[in-house]
């Protein structure tokens, strides 16, 4: 399978592209990278992280899940997770950098805080006693991996490139390609 | 206790109501009570599950957490939780829905439920009572908050993130009891509850001054 885009993001700076049925994007990284997706033509059905947690009755994402749709419908198919077995995707959070969301997303549709689905944060690693009680537990892996999700239908992806302060591998740059 | 309102809330259907900052909402059920709040004064201010999650650092919420809104805003204490102790409320599922439950049956998922795979399956469920309960205010659908579940205890292991849907729920109706932190639009459904071990039940919602 051959790239047709390849970009690539430093640290804080956000992406958006569209992504057709079938089409792999592929996320190559090593610090935390917040990620959402649309309908291409209907920004109204959008990723939702409680959707998608429920229809793999799993916390955290990884191969063979499906991210779900607000109104229930598959929007993409998690085929590849370089980090299994080194941490944990997260879909508890809301945005790391939340302005830096809204300034991609707004190359192509202008939103406000209150109305941005929360996303799938990768490389989170957010750590949950079995009490509940939420850990943050920064572990990004040593060198970049590969994140790859299959669009089941076109979609507007977007990420954005949010290290934290915590992680020791913070401030790496991110290569996002479209296959 | 000044009874504001006192309303018997039919299984499978959705109730909402405003609330004034101060006011006390009781919800007294033995059934999964799906849950949302919305700013009386700003629409655009929902009840947001992974802000109240974070705020207090835990999946879990009961006696002393706070509800807050996308916006990172207060709006809702927990004053009394009766389930405490027995079960857990949930912040990990959305709303069930007439779309979730076809495609689960469609899928051969309905076994997840624990009552089998011919169980017959709602045409409706809480996504649609609660747009029904936040008529008054009209919230598109797609703005429709993922709620607070009330009674809603869910098997999950911490390690794996396996999420199983759980059968234990009061056996007679108990009651949590949620403070306004501001003036509130508020909306409940009473879910279809397809884990329940006789499935959706009536609620009672309730809103007093102390």
């Given at each position: 399978m051959s790239a047709t885009t390849q970009t690539t993001l430093r640290p804080h700076e956000g992406w958006t592209g569209e992504v057709k049925t079938g089409q792999v994007l592929r996320i190559t990284a090593k610090s935390m990278i917040d990620f959402n997706c649309f309908e291409k033509d209907n920004f109204k059905e959008y990723f939702d992280t409680a959707r998608t947690r429920i229809y793999n009755l799993n916390m955290y994402p990884t191969v063979n899940h499906r991210l779900f749709s607000k109104q229930n419908n598959p929007m993409?198919?998690?085929?590849?997770?370089?980090?299994s077995g080194i941490g944990l995707h997260d879909l508890q959070s809301s945005h790391g950098c939340p302005d830096l969301m809204l300034k991609t997303l707004g190359t192509v549709k202008s939103m406000t805080l209150a109305d941005l689905p929360d996303p799938?944060?990768?490389?989170?690693n957010l750590k949950i006693s079995p009490s509940g009680q939420i850990k943050p537990s920064p572990k990004g892996p040593l060198d970049p991996v590969d994140i790859e999700l299959k669009a089941e239908i076109d979609l507007v992806c977007a990420l954005t490139n949010c290290p934290s302060?915590?992680?020791?591998?913070?401030?790496a740059d991110c290569i996002v390609t479209i296959l | 206790m000044k009874i504001i309102v006192d309303d018997f809330v039919p299984a499978n259907t959705g109730w909402g109501h405003s609330m004034q900052k101060g006011q006390i909402l009781r919800i007294k059920a033995k059934t999964i009570v799906d849950f949302a709040c919305i700013n009386l004064h700003n629409l655009n201010e929902r009840f947001d599950q992974a802000r109240t999650k974070v705020y207090n650092m835990k999946i879990w919420i009961s006696t002393g957490d706070q509800l807050f809104s996308?916006?990172?805003?207060?709006?809702?204490?927990?004053?009394?939780?009766?389930?405490s102790g027995q079960g857990y409320h949930d912040l990990q599922y959305g709303t069930c829905s007439g779309p979730r439950y076809g495609r689960a049956k469609e899928e051969g998922r309905l076994n997840q439920y624990h009552h089998g795979d011919d169980i017959p399956i709602p045409d409706h469920g809480c996504w649609e009572n609660l747009i029904d309960g936040f008529s008054e205010w009209k919230i598109p659908p797609e703005l429709i908050p993922s709620p607070?579940?009330?009674?809603?205890h869910v098997d999950i292991d911490?390690?794996?993130?396996q999420i199983n849907h759980s059968?234990?729920?009061?056996s007679d109706p108990i009651y949590v009891d949620f403070q306004a932190e501001m003036d509130l639009a508020v909306a409940a459904s009473a879910c279809p509850?397809?884990?329940?071990?006789?499935?959706g039940q009536p609620i009672q919602a309730t809103i007093y001054e102390r």
């Amino acid at each position: 399978m051959s790239a047709t885009t390849q970009t690539t993001l430093r640290p804080h700076e956000g992406w958006t592209g569209e992504v057709k049925t079938g089409q792999v994007l592929r996320i190559t990284a090593k610090s935390m990278i917040d990620f959402n997706c649309f309908e291409k033509d209907n920004f109204k059905e959008y990723f939702d992280t409680a959707r998608t947690r429920i229809y793999n009755l799993n916390m955290y994402p990884t191969v063979n899940h499906r991210l779900f749709s607000k109104q229930n419908n598959p929007m993409m198919k998690f085929i590849k997770d370089g980090f299994s077995g080194i941490g944990l995707h997260d879909l508890q959070s809301s945005h790391g950098c939340p302005d830096l969301m809204l300034k991609t997303l707004g190359t192509v549709k202008s939103m406000t805080l209150a109305d941005l689905p929360d996303p799938m944060g990768l490389f989170r690693n957010l750590k949950i006693s079995p009490s509940g009680q939420i850990k943050p537990s920064p572990k990004g892996p040593l060198d970049p991996v590969d994140i790859e999700l299959k669009a089941e239908i076109d979609l507007v992806c977007a990420l954005t490139n949010c290290p934290s302060a915590e992680l020791s591998a913070s401030g790496a740059d991110c290569i996002v390609t479209i296959l | 206790m000044k009874i504001i309102v006192d309303d018997f809330v039919p299984a499978n259907t959705g109730w909402g109501h405003s609330m004034q900052k101060g006011q006390i909402l009781r919800i007294k059920a033995k059934t999964i009570v799906d849950f949302a709040c919305i700013n009386l004064h700003n629409l655009n201010e929902r009840f947001d599950q992974a802000r109240t999650k974070v705020y207090n650092m835990k999946i879990w919420i009961s006696t002393g957490d706070q509800l807050f809104s996308k916006l990172n805003n207060p709006m809702m204490t927990i004053v009394e939780d009766q389930f405490s102790g027995q079960g857990y409320h949930d912040l990990q599922y959305g709303t069930c829905s007439g779309p979730r439950y076809g495609r689960a049956k469609e899928e051969g998922r309905l076994n997840q439920y624990h009552h089998g795979d011919d169980i017959p399956i709602p045409d409706h469920g809480c996504w649609e009572n609660l747009i029904d309960g936040f008529s008054e205010w009209k919230i598109p659908p797609e703005l429709i908050p993922s709620p607070l579940n009330i009674f809603q205890h869910v098997d999950i292991d911490v390690e794996s993130g396996q999420i199983n849907h759980s059968p234990n729920r009061p056996s007679d109706p108990i009651y949590v009891d949620f403070q306004a932190e501001m003036d509130l639009a508020v909306a409940a459904s009473a879910c279809p509850d397809l884990a329940a071990p006789n499935f959706g039940q009536p609620i009672q919602a309730t809103i007093y001054e102390r």
